[in-house]
């Protein structure tokens, strides 16, 4: 049997159509008609990053029918995981590589025979994924998925007529986007081909789910808005797809909705004792629930996320982030100095949030000293990425050290060093985005530089750089309290109501008394 022992052992059962999106999704292949509806669950499900589900429908192709080469694919593909997480380690590119030869190797048989099936299209598709899995050097990673998107490319170019091929291209296409490029070339590519498919097929869960992607940008997120909206009730049991629609809404400030979805994507993903969906889920409710001064039901989404980060395999980025965030986005900086380290050996930029709050706890809380342990630890993490070959997060790690670096400078009284040094951390993260795995940088480093400048007497300027910090991330507490704060003492009091109501705008359903709203409500009055 061409399936392991476990997946035989566990029955296969099909959603309805209208959990996941089924029937709105025909990939036709040349595998037995009996296997039809399973395989499209199958894209279905991969179509929401529900990789678990996918494989097992995949298998279920297999069990009924062990000359679907296309099956193995679909588990290949699966087996890659989200295409925006990252470098991929050898482990996943060597068991892949497994799998997909089994599909080479079946393809091969069947062409040696003079059968029809594999088609030329789905061996065109195999060829392809072979290029993902064809070194497991995470330093080929970037050149294995230019190369990817190349054969896709080849592949849905000979096919123009086929839906499913054009998607998983477009997919290919934002897979290689960088987060430096600020003209967002191949995310409007991908997304100038999903928009008329997304006209002719409202209902497909993958189009919505990578317009998202797509748009998943500051200057582009309104044009999400439509398919993020949609997407939940498209693939409602799916964890990925109630969360997804989140990551519009956390670009443009949108902070009951993203709670609300993130809420349900949460509540699906322990149905499914999926401890990753969950953490992943309770982050980006964290980050809402804090810009809209939601304290108590922050600190109960990080209680929850407390418990469910002791689940082996659990999401190690986002147990980090939560406790980081809390304590942060408060101010609580001797809270956010005395959070505990977690090593994370395999990814380095996750143990690199809680030094990152520990310098910032320390400096800003008049203990500049106690920063230089964290700080000297960034750059070793820093360094531990760049010898990963892992640009984005040794930049991203760069930057977080340049920005406790500042603080510390500032904090012992070199002012002028100080802020030199924020500009220049605040511009280097402007020139990059951030990654699909968070809701957003801890503290955007341009907010603290606002923070800094009014710390240092220049409201004036702080109003000008807490303003372009909205630009970026709109509907942030602590981005609408410092423009407002600034604009007060630079005596601009047109400006400082305009900001402070939309502060207690933001934070109308805040459940706690924060002093910033107490200063809002003061000035309002």
């Avoid at 995949?58 to 290949?76: H, K, M, N, T």
């Avoid at 200057?219 to 997804?244: G, I, K």
Wanted: with cysteine; net charge neutral; charged share 25%.
């Amino acid at each position: 049997m061409p399936v392991s022992a476990a997946a035989q052992g566990e029955q296969h059962t099909r959603l309805a159509p209208d959990q996941v999106g089924t029937a709105y999704v025909k990939f036709d292949t040349s595998c037995a008609v009996a296997v039809r509806d399973d395989f499209n669950q199958g894209v279905a499900l991969y179509h929401s990053f529900w990789f678990p589900e996918a494989i097992k429908s995949f298998e279920s192709v297999l069990q009924r029918d062990p000359a679907c080469a296309l099956a193995y694919w679909g588990i290949a593909m699966s087996q890659w995981g989200n295409p925006y997480a990252g470098i991929k380690g050898a482990a996943v590119v060597k068991t892949g590589a497994t799998t997909i030869e089994k599909a080479r190797t079946l393809a091969a048989e069947a062409l040696a025979k003079g059968a029809g099936s594999p088609t030329p299209r789905e061996r065109a598709l195999i060829d392809a994924l072979s290029v993902l899995y064809s070194n497991p050097d995470p330093a080929t990673h970037r050149e294995r998925v230019l190369k990817y998107e190349a054969a896709m490319r080849q592949a849905s170019d000979s096919n123009p007529d086929e839906v499913e091929v054009r998607i998983l291209y477009a997919l290919a296409i934002t897979q290689t986007a960088l987060p430096a490029d600020k003209t967002y070339s191949k995310l409007l590519q991908a997304a100038d081909m999903l928009e008329p498919l997304f006209t002719k097929i409202p209902q497909h869960p993958g189009l919505a789910h990578y317009i998202i992607h797509a748009y998943d940008a500051p200057p582009l997120a309104q044009r999400a808005l439509v398919a993020a909206r949609r997407y939940a009730s498209l693939a409602p049991a799916a964890p990925h797809a109630l969360h997804m629609p989140s990551h519009t809404f956390t670009r443009l400030g949108s902070w009951k909705e993203s709670i609300e979805t993130n809420l349900k994507s949460a509540d699906a993903a322990r149905a499914d004792k999926d401890p990753n969906a969950e953490l992943h889920a309770l982050d980006y409710q964290t980050y809402a629930y804090l810009q809209m001064g939601r304290d108590a039901a922050a600190q109960g989404a990080r209680d929850r996320a407390a418990v469910v980060q002791a689940i082996p395999g659990a999401n190690t980025f986002a147990a980090a982030a939560i406790p980081a965030r809390f304590a942060l986005e408060r101010g609580d900086w001797d809270a956010a100095a005395a959070l505990t380290v977690r090593p994370a050996p395999g990814t380095p930029y996750t143990e690199a949030i809680t030094h990152f709050a520990r310098a910032i706890g320390a400096a800003r809380g008049g203990r500049p000293e106690a920063a230089t342990p964290d700080i000297a630890r960034l750059a070793e993490l820093r360094d531990r990425l760049q010898a990963m070959t892992d640009a984005y997060w040794a930049e991203q790690v760069d930057i977080q050290r340049r920005v406790a670096l500042a603080w510390q400078s500032f904090a012992a009284g070199r002012t002028m060093e100080g802020l030199a040094e924020m500009a220049a951390a605040a511009d280097a993260e402007d020139a990059t985005d951030k990654a699909s795995v968070t809701p957003g940088p801890l503290a955007p480093a341009r907010e603290l530089y606002g923070d800094m400048l009014l710390a240092a007497g220049r409201a004036r300027e702080a109003v000008a750089t807490f303003e372009a910090t909205m630009k970026k991330e709109p509907g942030r507490f602590r981005g609408a309290y410092g423009a407002a704060r600034a604009a007060e003492v630079a005596g601009d009091r047109a400006k400082a109501r305009l900001y402070y109501s939309q502060l207690l705008e933001t934070a109308r359903e805040a459940d706690t008394q924060r002093p910033e709203l107490q200063a809002a409500r003061k000035f309002a009055n």
